[in-house]
C-alpha cells in the first residue's frame, strides 16, 4: 500500500493535517515534531507508507539512505551547529506510537526534555 487513508504521516503527506514542512521532495518529507524533545527536533519520513523499521527490505535502501542523507543539510539550515541525534523507533518494544516509519532527528543546546 503506497498510502494509507487512517495513518496521521500519510495525511501529512497528503496535505490533510498541516505540519511544519521543512523540506520536501518526490520520495520523503520533513516536518517540526509537535512535540519536541530538544531545541530542534524533526521526522523524516517516506512518502511510501511502510510501518516501521520491521517491514524495510533492500529495496528500500536508496530511499533510506537519501533520508540519512538530508540529515546534516537540514540540521545546519535549521542552526544546529553542535551534533545532533537520530532516533527510530521501531514496534512495541520499541515505543512506536505512529506507524509510519519515521527518523527523529534532533539538536540544538543541551539540556533536552528527552533523549
Ligand atoms: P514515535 O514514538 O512513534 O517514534 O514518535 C512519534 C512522534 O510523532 C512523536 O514525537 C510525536 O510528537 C509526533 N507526532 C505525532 N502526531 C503528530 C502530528 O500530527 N504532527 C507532528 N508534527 N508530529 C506528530
Ligand atoms: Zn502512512
Redesign the pocket.
Known amino acids: 500500500m503506497s498510502a494509507d487513508p487512517n495513518c496521521?504521516f500519510c495525511r501529512?503527506v497528503a496535505g490533510q493535517?498541516p505540519?511544519?514542512k521543512v523540506h520536501e521532495d518526490e520520495h520523503m518529507l520533513a516536518?517540526?515534531?509537535?512535540?519536541p524533545w530538544a531545541p530542534v527536533h524533526i521526522?523524516l519520513i517516506p512518502k511510501l507508507h511502510i510501518v516501521s523499521m520491521s517491514d524495510v527490505q533492500l529495496e528500500h535502501a536508496g530511499l533510506i539512505g537519501h533520508m540519512m542523507a538530508q540529515s546534516p543539510r537540514l540540521m545546519r539550515e535549521l542552526g544546529v551547529t553542535n551534533g545532533f541525534r537520530h532516533v527510530i523507533?521501531t514496534g512495541e518494544d520499541g515505543?512506536?506510537?505512529?506507524m509510519h516509519l519515521?527518523i527523529?532527528l534532533m539538536g540544538g543546546p543541551r539540556p533536552w526534555s528527552k533523549g
Do not use: T
Open positions: 496521521i501529512i493535517i505540519s511544519r516536518f517540526h515534531d509537535i512535540n521526522l523507533n515505543r512506536q506510537e505512529v519515521h527523529h
